[in-house]
C-alpha cells in the first residue's frame, strides 16, 4: 500500500525566508507525485504535479519541487515567502496507473508579517 | 468552468442519526472520490469511482458508511448510524478520464454531538 510522510507538523517563517517542506512516499511502482495546498477557509488546490521528465518542477505563487527517485522524495521549495503563503500543505502521491490519491499528514506553515 | 460542489457545507447530528452528504463532480469528470479529513490530519480516501462503478472502497466502513453515483455523475455519502468519531470534513474531488489530477469541493463539516 501506498503512504505519504510529511516530515513537518508546523512551521513558523518570517517573510522573505525560505521555506522547504518535506515529503516522502511508499510506493512500489511508478508514481505521481503532488502538492497541495488548503488556505485558510478554501478547499484543496493544486500547487504543482510531477508525472515524468525534469524531476524539478515548478508550479503556481513561486513554489517548486524536487522529485529525487532514489530517496523516495519529493520536497517543496519557496525561496521568499510572503505572508500570503500561510496555509496547510499537503503532498500526495498516486500509482502512474491507479489513481488512488493518497495524501500525507500536512504541513501547516505560518508566515509572520 | 464550475468547480465541484458539494452540499450541505455543515451539518451537526447527534450520535446514532444518519446523515447524507451530497456531491456534483466537474462536468465530464468520469473519476469522483470521497474523502474523509479529521482536524490535524490528511484527507484520508474513503471511496473512489470510475463513472459509475466502484474502483476502490477499502477503506470505506462499511457497516456504516455508504456511497452511490448513479448514472456516473452526482454521488452521494451516507452514515448511518453516526457515531462520535466521524465528525470531520467529508471532501469531494473529480478527475478526468485517465487523469491522475483531482479538483475539490469545499467540503462538508459534520459534528455529531
Known amino acids: 500500500a501506498q503512504s505519504v510522510s510529511q516530515h513537518n507538523h508546523h512551521v513558523i517563517l518570517s517573510e522573505a525566508a525560505s521555506l522547504e517542506l518535506g515529503c516522502n512516499y511508499s510506493y512500489g511502482g511508478t508514481v505521481n507525485l503532488f502538492w497541495y495546498v488548503q488556505y485558510p477557509g478554501q478547499h484543496l488546490q493544486l500547487l504543482l504535479k510531477?508525472?515524468?521528465?525534469?524531476?524539478l518542477v515548478k508550479g503556481i505563487k513561486g513554489f517548486e519541487a524536487e522529485f529525487i527517485k532514489s530517496k523516495f522524495s519529493f520536497n517543496l521549495r519557496k525561496p521568499s515567502v510572503q505572508w500570503s503563503d500561510t496555509a496547510e500543505y499537503f503532498c500526495a502521491v498516486t500509482g502512474s496507473n491507479d489513481y488512488k490519491l493518497s495524501f500525507g499528514a500536512g504541513t501547516t506553515v505560518t508566515v509572520r508579517a | 468552468e464550475a468547480g465541484v460542489a458539494q452540499s450541505p457545507r455543515y451539518k451537526i447530528i447527534e450520535k446514532r442519526q444518519s446523515v447524507a452528504f451530497w456531491c456534483n463532480p466537474i462536468s465530464g469528470h468520469a473519476t469522483l472520490y470521497w474523502y474523509q479529513q479529521i482536524l490535524g490530519q490528511g484527507p484520508k480516501l474513503l471511496i473512489q469511482?470510475?463513472?459509475?462503478?466502484?474502483?476502490?472502497d477499502s477503506q470505506l466502513p462499511k457497516d456504516r458508511f455508504s456511497a452511490e453515483r448513479l448514472k456516473g455523475v452526482d454521488s452521494t455519502l451516507k452514515i448511518q448510524p453516526a457515531k462520535l468519531e466521524d465528525s470531520a470534513v467529508y471532501l469531494c474531488a473529480s478527475g478526468g478520464q485517465g487523469a491522475a489530477e483531482a479538483f475539490f469541493g469545499q467540503g462538508t463539516r459534520l459534528t455529531v454531538v
Open positions: 469511482f470510475q463513472n459509475n462503478g466502484v474502483v476502490d
Open positions: 510531477y508525472f515524468s521528465g525534469d524531476p
